[in-house]
C-alpha cells in the first residue's frame, strides 16, 4: 500500500522561499517515478517537477532556475525547493508517484498521489 503525505507549504511574500516535502511509504520498486504537480483554482492539474531513481530531474519551463526537485532515499522523502515564489505560483501541491516511465506531462499517468498542500504567495 504506497502511501504520500506532503507538509511544508504555507503563505509567503514574492521573492520567498519554501520547501514541501513528501514522505513516500509502500513504493518497493525501485523503477519509480517522484513528481510534484500543482493545481491553482479553475485550472488543470499541471506538472512542476520529477526526478527519476537515477537521480534526474525534470522541470516545467515556469519554474527553472527557481525550483529545485531532491530526494533523500535514506528517510523516503522528496523535496520541492521553491525559490523566489511568484503570486502565479500559488496553487495546491501534489506529490505523485509511478512506476517505470518518468514523465511530467500527463497528471493520470500517475498512480499515487498525496492529498496536497497549499502554497500561497502574495
Known amino acids: 500500500h504506497v502511501q504520500l503525505v506532503e507538509s511544508g507549504g504555507g503563505s509567503v511574500q514574492p521573492g520567498g522561499s519554501l520547501r514541501p516535502s513528501c514522505a513516500v511509504a509502500?513504493?518497493?520498486?525501485?523503477?519509480?517515478?517522484l513528481a510534484w504537480f500543482r493545481q491553482a483554482p479553475g485550472q488543470e492539474r499541471e506538472g512542476v517537477a520529477r526526478i527519476d531513481t537515477e537521480g534526474r530531474a525534470t522541470y516545467a519551463e515556469s519554474v527553472k532556475g527557481r525550483f529545485t526537485i531532491s530526494q533523500d532515499n535514506a528517510k523516503n522523502t522528496v523535496y520541492l525547493q521553491m525559490n523566489d515564489l511568484k503570486p502565479e505560483d500559488t496553487a495546491m501541491y501534489y506529490c505523485?508517484?509511478?512506476?517505470?516511465?518518468?514523465?511530467?506531462?500527463?497528471?493520470?499517468?500517475?498512480?499515487?498521489w498525496g492529498q496536497g498542500t497549499q502554497v500561497t504567495v502574495s
Open positions: 505523485a508517484a509511478k512506476l517505470y516511465t518518468c514523465g511530467l506531462r500527463r497528471a493520470d499517468e500517475y498512480n499515487y
Open positions: 509502500g513504493l518497493t520498486d525501485r523503477r519509480n517515478c
